[in-house]
């Protein structure tokens, strides 16, 4: 799939530190200076890259006027998780950390995660500890990632994973590269399972470690979204398809029109997954036996 650029920015070198931290955002300005502020304050300073996905607001040009070393990467239309893929093709450090537009990272966590990538050359990908708001409530998944069925692994320094969240995450880039990134039949919402399949298929290794953490302070009085819960029903049947034996996906199909019978948000969910399945099934391609393993034991305990 070609990717409309309409201008680019590079951003400069970190001060010692291989880690650009890539941020996709849309219609969010205020909420993103807020975030690049708190970002250029880290010790570490990182590059960073921001891949604007055809706001409206003014943000590319905000950036621009207020944050010259920040590269921007303007979007003439909304790419929604594929935005982070043209940041990390842009970037040019070893490592690349993900944050949303009210997401960053705590001091000396980019550094510290950067020393598990150098120790573990095996090690693709690193889940932080997210803390949420003011008053840095734990998130659940930090838990839910603790406490994995998944077997821990001697090559890791950290319990496997196999789910993150894409916003408090740092990846090798080449292992990005290698699974191919976001997949583009996903668009938004739900798609790092994906990501954490392709990366395990390849052998790399993904993990949480709850020393590197991330700060997330969403804008208060968000309402709730709908559509991102759709989106969510939608790309986990299109994970299905895309990876999970037949009959999983076909079981899984089955769970969802069942549920759409008397919910709505399903039967959009299903119809959106049937309008992609032509491109799910093109990009078919069967976890390895171990992967599928791992899979089933997450689902096990969910």
Known sequence: ??????????????????????????????????????????????????????????????????????????????????????GVRAARTTYVAFSDDDSWWEPGALRRATE??????????????????????????????????????????GPPV???????SLVRRRAFLEAGGFNQVLLFAGEERLLAYD???????????????????????????????RAELRNALLVAWLRRPAWFALKQTARLARRGLRDADSRVALAGAVRRMPSALLGRRRLPPSVEEAARLVEARS
């Open 1 to 86: 799939m070609g990717v409309p650029v309409l201008r680019t920015v590079t951003a400069r070198s970190g001060y010692g530190i291989p880690v650009t931290v890539v941020i996709a955002t849309r219609n969010r300005r205020d909420v993103l200076l807020r975030t690049l502020a708190r970002l250029h304050r880290l010790p570490e300073r990182p590059a960073v890259i921001v891949v604007d996905n055809a706001s409206t607001d003014g943000t590319a040009d905000a950036v621009r006027l207020l944050f010259p070393d920040v590269g921007v990467l303007g979007m003439s239309r909304d790419l929604g998780a594929l935005a982070r893929n043209v």
């Open 116 to 157: 598990m990538f150098a120790g573990h050359p095996h090690l693709g990908l690193i889940a932080a500890r997210t803390l949420v708001g003011a008053e840095r409530a734990p998130d659940p998944i930090n838990a839910t990632m603790a406490a994995t069925p998944l077997p821990a692994e001697a090559n890791l320094p």
């Open 162 to 168: 196999l789910g993150f969240l894409a916003g408090a």
């Open 199 to 229: 990366l395990a298929a390849l052998g790399w290794g993904r993990c949480y470690i709850p020393e590197v953490v991330a700060l997330h302070e969403p804008p208060p009085n968000l309402p709730s979204s709908a559509r991102r819960h």
